[in-house]
C-alpha cells in the first residue's frame, strides 16, 4: 500500500510539473519562435488582433494549469490519506487522452505536413515530452484506483 501512495504522490507532483512546462512552453514559443508568430498572426497583424489572441492563450493556458494542478492536488492528498472524489480521475483519464492524441497529431503532423513549424528535433523532444506525460498519468490513474480497491479491502 505503501508504494501506491508514494508513486502516486510522484505522479501528483509530475502532473504539476507538467503544467508549469506546459505554461513555460508556451510562453518560450510566443517569445522566441518566429514561427509560431507567423503561424499565429500571419506577415502584418494589426496589435489589436495580436493582444486579443495572446488574452484567449493565457486564459487557455491558465485553465490548463489549474486543470492539471487539481489533479496533482487531488493526487497528493489521496496519496496522504484524504479521501478525494472520483472526478479527479476522471479528469486526469481526459488529460490522458488528449495527450495520448496530441503525441499522434505531433508525429502525423511532422510526417505528413510540409509547412508543419517544428524541427525534426522539436518534433522529438515533444514527442518524449508528450509521452513522458502520459505514462506519468497512466501511472497515476492506475495507483489511484489500486490504491483505492486496497483501501476498500482493509475496511471490510
Known amino acids: 500500500?505503501?508504494?501506491y501512495q508514494h508513486t502516486l504522490h510522484i505522479c501528483g507532483m509530475m502532473v504539476i510539473i507538467f503544467g508549469l512546462w506546459?505554461?513555460?512552453k508556451t510562453v518560450l514559443c510566443l517569445v522566441f519562435s518566429d514561427q509560431v508568430r507567423e503561424v499565429l498572426f500571419g506577415e502584418y497583424p494589426d496589435l489589436i488582433q495580436r493582444v486579443i489572441l495572446y488574452i484567449i492563450m493565457a486564459v487557455f493556458v491558465g485553465i490548463d494549469f489549474l486543470?492539471?494542478?487539481?489533479?496533482g492536488m487531488s493526487a497528493m492528498a489521496e496519496a496522504g490519506g484524504?479521501?478525494?472524489r472520483f472526478f479527479y480521475i476522471i479528469v486526469a483519464f481526459i488529460i490522458f487522452v488528449l495527450s495520448v492524441i496530441s503525441f499522434c497529431t505531433v508525429v502525423y503532423s511532422s510526417i505528413y505536413d510540409e509547412s508543419y513549424y517544428l524541427s525534426k528535433l522539436d518534433v522529438v523532444?515533444?514527442?518524449v515530452v508528450e509521452l513522458t506525460c502520459a505514462y506519468n498519468l497512466f501511472e497515476l490513474l492506475y495507483n489511484s484506483i489500486r490504491l483505492r480497491r486496497l483501501r476498500k479491502k482493509m475496511e471490510e
Open 1 to 3: 500500500m505503501r508504494k
Open 22 to 24: 506546459s505554461v513555460a
Open 67 to 71: 486543470i492539471r494542478l487539481y489533479v
Open 82 to 84: 484524504r479521501k478525494k
Open 125 to 127: 523532444i515533444s514527442g
